[in-house]
C-alpha cells in the first residue's frame, strides 16, 4: 500500500483528496505545517508527499529545498507533488526547476490527480527497481563469486583508497598475501570440486581471522590478500600466523582422510618509498615466495 503524506494547513480544503485515497487504499496521513511535515516524513518515510505551497511558518518551497537537502539520500528521492491555489506561472516554473515532481492546481479534478499521483509513484518504483539492479550489478563486478570476498579490481579500489588515508595521516597499513601450497596437487588427486571446497573454506578462515575493516580479497587462482589499515608489521604478522595456523586446523574437516591445506603467507608494511599498492604487494608477494622457498605452510614478513 502506497504511503501518501499530505502537507496542508487547511485540511479541509484536501478533504476530497484525502477521502478518494483512502477509499482507493492508499495509506494516508496528514500534517498541517511544514515542520510537522517534516517530522513526518522523517519518523515513516512516505512514497509521495503532496505539498501546498502556501504553509505558515515553513512555506511549501522551503520545505521542498530542506527535503532535497537532506543527507538521507531516501529523502532526497520522495516524489513531491506540489498543489497551489495561485496559478502563477512563476510559481509553478520555480517549484518544477527546484525539484518537484508535478504541479497541480487546486481545486484539484480528482480523477487527473489519481492518474498523475500514481505517474509519481510509478516513477519512483522504477527508480528504486533501477537503483537495486545497480547495487547488484556492482556486487557481482566487485566480488568473487566462489569465495563471496572482494576480487582483484575491488581490492585495488579500496586498498589504494586506504594507502592514500594511511599516507596523508601517517598511519600504519600492512598487506598480507595468501597462497595456497601444493595446491594443483590437491586438485589432482582429490579432484576440482574438494579444490573449490577448499578455497571456501581459505575464505571462512580469513572472515574469521580478520577486522572487519579488513579488506579480503581473491587475488586469483589459488592466491589471497588482506589489505590491514591501522596495522604495523607485528600486528600483521600476528594476523598472518592466525591466518595460516587457522587454515592448517580448519584443513582437518575438510574432507575424507589425508585432504591437508595449508598456506604460505608473505606480509610487509606501508614505507616511505611506496607509491602505490602495487609496490607494497610486490613486498608481500616476494615474502610469500620465501615461505614457498623455505618449506612452506609458513610466515614470512619484512
Ligand atoms: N579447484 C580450483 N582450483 C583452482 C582454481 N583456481 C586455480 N586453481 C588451481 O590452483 C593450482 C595452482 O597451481 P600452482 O600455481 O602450480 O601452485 P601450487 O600447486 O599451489 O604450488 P605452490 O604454490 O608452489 O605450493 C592450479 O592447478 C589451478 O588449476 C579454482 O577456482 N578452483
Not at 510559481?91 to 499521483?117: H, M, N, S
Given at each position: ?24 487504499g ?29 504553509l ?30 495561485a ?73 589504494t583508497?586506504?594507502l ?86 580448519a ?52
Open positions: 500500500m502506497a504511503r501518501v503524506l499530505i502537507i496542508d494547513d487547511r485540511p479541509m480544503t484536501v478533504r476530497g483528496i484525502w477521502r478518494y485515497l483512502r477509499n482507493h492508499y495509506d494516508v496521513e496528514v500534517a498541517t505545517s511544514g515542520g510537522g511535515g517534516l517530522q513526518m516524513a522523517r519518523r515513516k518515510i512516505p512514497d509521495v508527499i503532496l505539498l501546498n505551497v502556501t505558515p511558518g515553513l512555506s511549501g518551497l522551503d520545505v521542498l529545498q530542506e527535503l532535497l537537502r537532506d543527507r538521507d539520500p531516501a529523502f532526497k528521492r520522495i516524489p513531491v507533488i506540489m498543489l497551489s491555489a496559478n502563477t506561472e512563476a510559481e509553478a516554473v520555480q517549484a518544477l526547476d527546484l525539484g518537484a515532481q508535478d504541479y497541480i492546481l487546486k481545486p484539484v479534478k480528482l480523477t487527473v490527480f489519481a492518474a498523475r499521483l500514481r505517474m509519481a509513484l510509478r516513477v519512483k518504483f522504477n527508480q528504486e527497481a533501477l537503483e537495486r539492479a545497480n547495487e547488484y550489478l556492482l556486487t557481482l563486478s566487485s566480488i568473487d563469486p566462489l569465495t563471496q570476498t572482494f576480487n582483484r579490481r575491488r581490492f585495488y579500489e579500496l586498498a583508497r586506504e592514500a588515508k594511511a599516507q596523508r595521516f601517517q598511519r600504519e597499513l600492512s598487506a598480507i598475501m595468501i597462497d595456497a601450497d601444493h595446491f594443483k596437487a590437491l586438485n589432482d588427486r582429490f579432484g576440482h570440486a574438494l579444490g573449490d571446497k577448499a578455497l571456501c573454506m581459505l575464505a571462512d578462515v580469513l572472515r574469521k581471522s580478520c577486522r572487519d575493516i579488513d579488506i579480503i580479497a581473491r587475488m586469483g587462482g589459488e592466491e589471497f590478500a588482506v589489505c590491514c589499515p591501522e596495522t604495523n608489521l607485528g600486528g600483521a604478522m600476528q594476523l598472518a600466523e592466525r591466518i595460516r595456523r587457522g587454515i592448517e586446523v584443513s582437518f574437516n575438510l574432507g575424507p582422510g589425508t585432504v591437508r591445506v595449508t598456506v604460505s603467507v608473505g606480509v610487509a608494511t606501508l614505507c616511505d618509498i611506496d607509491r602505490s599498492v602495487d609496490s607494497l604487494l610486490e613486498r608481500a608477494d616476494r615474502m610469500m615466495y620465501r615461505a614457498k622457498q623455505g618449506g612452506r605452510n609458513r610466515v614470512v614478513g619484512a
